[in-house]
C-alpha cells in the first residue's frame, strides 16, 4: 500500500497558512508524484520482456482432422473465442485460401477486438502452423498452432508470444496477459474441440 501523501488539502485553505508553506507542501507533492513514477518505471524493467499464453487441449481426432481449421484464417471463424463480441466485425482475407500466407485484416470498434491483421507464415502439414499478428499501436505478437499426435487424440497447443520492448506501461501489462488471453485461449479450444468431436 502507497503511503499517504505528505500534505492536507483542507489545510492548505485554512487562515493563516503562509504562501510559503503551501509552496513547501506543493514541491513535496509534487516530489512525491516523481519519486513513485521513477519506482513504478524503473521496476517495470526488471519485469519480463518478452510475454507468453499458452493452452492445450486433447481432441478425439488425428491430426488431419484438425489441422484445416488451424491452417486457414477462414476456417477460424468456425470457433473463434471473439467474433461473437462483435457481430459487426468487418473480415477481409487475401492471399491461398489456406497455408502460408493466408492473411485476415479485421476492423472493429469493440475495445476486445479492437483491429489488426493476422497472416500464416509457416505451415508443417498436420504438425505446426505459426501466425504474424500486428495490433498496430498495440504492437506485434507470433502465435502458433502445434499438433501432437498420441494414438487416437491429438493434443493441440495453441500459443502466443510477444516482445513488451522498453515500453514500462508494456512490461506491466505483460503481468496481465496470461489472465487476459488465456481464458479465450480455452473458450478457443473447447469450441474446436467440439466442433470436430461432433463430425460438424
Known sequence: MLATPPFDAI???????????????????????????????????????????????????????IFPYVNSMQATEAWSPWLDRDPDVKLVYSGPDSGVGNRLVWESEHPQVGSGTQEIITSEENSLVRTALDFGAMGTATARFELKPDGEVTELTWGFVTDTGMNPIARWMGLMMDRLVGPDYEKGLARLKELIESGA
Do not use: D
Open 11 to 65: 489545510s492548505l485553505r485554512r487562515p493563516g497558512f503562509s504562501k510559503g508553506a503551501r509552496m513547501r507542501l506543493l514541491r513535496r507533492l509534487l516530489t512525491f508524484i516523481v519519486v513513485t513514477a521513477a519506482v513504478i518505471a524503473a521496476i517495470a524493467y526488471v519485469l519480463p520482456r518478452e510475454v507468453a499464453v499458452e493452452r492445450s487441449v486433447t481432441i478425439k481426432a488425428g491430426p488431419q482432422a
